[in-house]
């Protein structure tokens, strides 16, 4: 989108009206004329754009917030307001519903987590002592780097991480 120009010409002198160099020449204008109009901010809209409109209007066409036209279709916002918080209210039991179907199965998998987690310490440990007492070493590096290239793969950088910790809970830190 092209940028407001400014007001404020390089080669000239500021007039003496002259306050802010970043007022574009439209907004100028209006103010000079009286015609001021006041944007405010609406907070709860979270818009910068929105025309304050304390009380409803009957101006035709306008789409400015709070406006009522009859027969038009246009809806105040305090209408969408409470139509929405009715719905939220009529949706919050199948919600509520739906996040506790879910973190049951969150349950389960973090459960099944910690016991795949202590089952395959468990394995490292036997491969490890099995090794050892035959003669062999404790650790198996190219077997670990093996393991954390597969995580790496499947999980990027979390993945590193976890596999060094996984492998950790096995043979012990390095
Ligand atoms: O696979 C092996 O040889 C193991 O000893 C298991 C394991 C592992 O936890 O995955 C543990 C230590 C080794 O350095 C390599 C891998």
Do not use: F, G, Q
């Given at each position: 989108?092209?940028?407001?120009s400014?007001?404020?010409?390089?080669d000239r002198k500021p007039p003496e009206h002259f306050?802010?160099?970043?007022i574009p020449c439209h907004t100028r204008r209006r103010d000079r004329a009286g015609a001021a109009l006041l944007f405010l901010r609406l907070r709860e809209s979270g818009s910068r754009r929105s025309r304050l409109n304390a009380e409803p209007t009957d101006a035709p066409g306008s789409r400015a917030r709070g406006v009522r036209v009859p027969g038009a279709g246009h809806q105040s916002q305090t209408d969408k307001d409470e139509r929405m918080a009715a719905i939220t209210m009529e949706q919050q039991p199948a919600a509520d519903e739906h996040i506790a179907g879910l973190?049951?199965?969150i349950d389960e998998i973090?459960?099944?987590l910690v016991a795949?987690?202590?089952?395959?310490?468990?394995?490292?440990?036997?491969?490890g002592a099995t090794r050892v007492a035959a003669g062999g070493t404790r650790l198996v590096l190219s077997r670990e780097r093996e393991i954390?290239?597969?995580f790496s793969a499947e999980l990027g950088a979390d993945g590193t991480q976890l596999a060094l910790l996984i492998l950790r809970a096995g043979r012990g830190p390095l």
């Open positions: 989108m092209a940028r407001a400014l007001c404020r010409p390089t306050t802010s160099p970043r973190r049951n199965r973090d459960a099944a795949l987690w202590k089952e395959r310490a468990a394995i490292s440990r036997e491969v954390l290239e597969r």
